[in-house]
């Protein structure tokens, strides 16, 4: 059967009043190539909600849209408020008691190293006003925004995100969507890619878990390794979802080299768009600079963001040797060097109490009142800095 298109379908992508079925592939158009194509039904056209009109050139935040110019020096992966139970690890032999205990000066430095093992260090739920203390630093430290990654799965508090932006001054982003597949609910792994992406899309324009605050990324999206089949629907979720809405995208890949470029080629398969996609953790996850730059070709924002977390052995996978912050640094002059400057990001990904000043740990503040300064003295110049903290986020941010 010859294809006869009933409408422009190049206007209706710039529109984006187009919608990609999830169990259809698209095919090139005659409208875009001058050349006739055998039709299969791939599209289903939905009105176009006026909201997407509003965020076109904006930055979306837990208090509403705001311009891009606006952000300042900001902070792409953070959490101010969830819980991490879901990622408990056994204590060894021996620690039982330290695990169990309540955290005081003496068991410091066991939870910097043994983190994920106590049950109370997961709650970072609990610590919202020494959350708001540190937003106050941040912001006298020259924060202007953080990325709030927290998903469904893990304790999104969007009400909370709010009232913390309103008392800080911060600008505050929630993340739509779905953790890893150890946090998905039964009734989320037998959704369709269809439902998965209507939700994911009415939590950017219309509100989520219940409230009308909007969400202003989708991520961070949780994957597994290797990733699992209900982490592969939301990632085609996501990708449907970001070409419908033109949004920011955030992933957490799972923990092997080869995860990232693998998540990569599933959201290009799905139609996402790697120039508007952060990927997360490369600091644990590619420590190879050969490997590193062959991902990096991928188009992908590249983030690394456990600055401050410095531990001899990473819980979730022993073979890797966690860097300290100034390997970091040195990766990311690497980066530059390398000409990647306009795709790095960085942030802390506090999400365990021990992290926050209240407990002796680093706090929000101390990418700006420490890696900086690092960063200078290692070859990254001022401008090169504007761009990782404020450029680069700016432009993933700004929706299409």
């Known amino acids: 059967?010859?294809?006869?298109?009933?409408?422009?379908?190049?206007?209706?992508?710039k529109l984006r009043t187009i919608h990609f079925h999830p169990r259809h592939r698209f095919q090139s158009s005659p409208i875009l190539t001058g050349k006739p194509q055998t039709w299969q039904p791939c599209l289903r056209l939905k009105p176009r909600d006026p909201t997407m009109s509003a965020l076109s050139g904006k930055v979306q935040t837990v208090l509403g849209p705001i311009e891009p110019d606006q952000l300042g020096r900001t902070m792409t992966h953070e959490h101010l408020t969830m819980t991490f139970e879901c990622c408990y690890f056994s204590p060894a032999p021996g620690d039982e008691t330290v695990a169990q205990a309540p955290i005081q000066m003496k068991n410091l430095f066991w939870l910097k190293q043994n983190p994920y093992s106590s049950h109370e260090n997961?709650?970072?739920?609990q610590e919202t006003n020494a959350v708001r203390e540190e937003l106050h630093e941040?912001?006298?430290?020259?924060?202007?925004?953080?990325?709030e990654n927290t998903t469904q799965g893990i304790a999104r508090d969007l009400p909370c995100l709010k009232q913390l932006a309103k008392e800080s001054g911060v600008h505050i982003i929630g993340g739509a969507g779905y953790y890893v597949d150890a946090t998905h609910s039964e009734a989320t792994r037998k959704m369709t890619v269809e439902k998965l992406t209507d939700i994911i899309i009415s939590e950017v324009l219309h509100g989520a878990d219940g409230t009308e605050i909007r969400c202003g990324v989708i991520g961070e999206i949780g994957?597994?390794?290797?990733?699992?089949?209900?982490?592969?629907?939301?990632?085609?979720?996501?990708?449907?979802?970001?070409?419908?809405?033109?949004?920011?995208?955030?992933?957490?890949?799972?923990?092997?080299?080869?995860?990232?470029?693998?998540?990569?080629?599933?959201?290009?398969?799905?139609?996402?768009?790697?120039?508007?996609?952060?990927?997360?953790?490369?600091?644990?996850?590619?420590?190879?600079?050969g490997e590193l730059l062959e991902f990096?070709?991928?188009?992908?924002?590249?983030?690394?963001?456990?600055?401050?977390?410095?531990?001899?052995?990473?819980?979730?996978?022993?073979?890797?040797?966690m860097p300290s912050d100034s390997q970091r640094v040195k990766a990311l002059a690497f980066l530059v060097q390398e000409g990647y400057e306009d795709n790095i990001v960085i942030a802390h990904d506090i999400h365990t109490k021990n992290r926050l000043t209240k407990y002796g740990g680093h706090g929000y503040s101390h990418i700006l009142k420490n890696i900086v300064p690092k960063m200078l003295r290692r070859g990254i110049n001022q401008t090169q800095v504007d761009k990782i903290l404020i450029d680069n986020p700016k432009r993933w941010l700004t929706f299409k």
């Open 122 to 125: 997961l709650l970072l739920l």
């Open 223 to 289: 994957c597994s390794w290797p990733i699992t089949d209900s982490e592969k629907k939301v990632l085609q979720a996501t990708a449907h979802a970001q070409t419908e809405l033109g949004c920011p995208v955030i992933i957490h890949p799972g923990r092997n080299p080869g995860a990232p470029a693998e998540i990569v080629r599933l959201l290009q398969e799905a139609g996402g768009d790697i120039s508007k996609t952060v990927m997360s953790h490369l600091d644990r996850t590619i420590l190879d600079n």
């Open 138 to 147: 941040y912001r006298k430290a020259g924060g202007g925004t953080i990325v």
């Open 1 to 13: 059967m010859q294809w006869r298109p009933r409408c422009n379908l190049e206007v209706a992508l």
């Open 296 to 321: 990096a070709k991928m188009g992908s924002y590249l983030e690394y963001d456990l600055f401050g977390m410095e531990t001899l052995n990473y819980a979730y996978n022993l073979e890797v040797d």
